[in-house]
T-cell receptor
């Protein structure tokens, strides 16, 4: 059975304090790994797709990396508006995505 | 930027009643999905739909659930006889102009409350 584990569950940072979120996975056939941002009461908002180990993607203060067992979402100099829940999902056969529990990030000014 | 839209945003229904949740996917996407998120829990896959048929479904998606793409633009999820445990946020997603492992884009969900 596909499994996705995200850590930490919650992360509190001061504005400007860089950190990383972890997503470790066990799947039978990885066809892609997605990172999403979810704000309260909203649907997941797509951030990145990573397809193979060694791949990296960047967008503003966020950078996602992928190995054969885990992915990291690095947040550089975060701002309060980066506060949200960050979700990791692995994509397998027929497009099914299995999600982790998420990391809730709070950035204090 | 194109987006997935879902209606209604909130649906309140008596246990045992049928509900239909509606979605308009992004127009050039080929793959369609329903997920649910029970309050405080993770997003769970329900079903994927491609070329007018179900391509995969989870254990949650039992005989009480069905999906349809009735007119080439809407994508619906029907729950025939709702139970209390069906209360959740239901998200529609669409993705893939070619392949099913292209990014999935989500709507803002329908909050389903069963009384």
């Amino acid at each position: 059975e596909d499994q996705v584990t995200q850590s930490p569950e919650a992360l509190r940072l001061q504005e400007g304090e860089s950190s990383s979120l972890n997503c470790s996975y066990t799947v039978s056939g990885l066809r892609g790994l997605f990172w999403y941002r979810q704000d309260p009461g909203k649907g997941p908002e797509f951030l990145f797709t990573l397809y193979s180990a060694g791949e990296e993607k960047e967008k503003e203060r966020l950078k996602a990396t992928l190995t054969k067992k885990e992915s990291f979402l690095h947040i550089t100099a975060p701002k309060p508006e980066d506060s949200a829940t960050y979700l990791c999902a692995v994509n397998t056969n027929a497009g099914k995505s299995t999600f982790g529990d998420g990391t809730t990030l709070t950035v204090k000014p | 930027e194109p987006e997935v839209t879902q209606t209604p945003s909130h649906q309140v229904t008596q246990m045992g009643q049928e509900v239909i949740l509606r979605c308009v996917p992004i127009s050039n996407h080929l793959y369609f999905y329903w997920y649910r998120q029970i309050l405080g829990q993770k997003v769970e896959f329900l079903v994927s739909f491609y070329n007018n048929e179900i391509s995969e479904k989870s254990e949650i998606f039992d005989d009480q659930f069905s999906v349809e793409r009735p007119d080439g633009s809407n994508f619906t999820l029907k729950i025939r006889s709702t139970k209390l445990e069906d209360s959740a946020m239901y998200f529609c997603a669409s993705g893939g102009t070619v392949y099913s492992n292209q990014p999935q884009h989500f709507g803002d969900g329908t909050r389903l409350s069963i009384l």
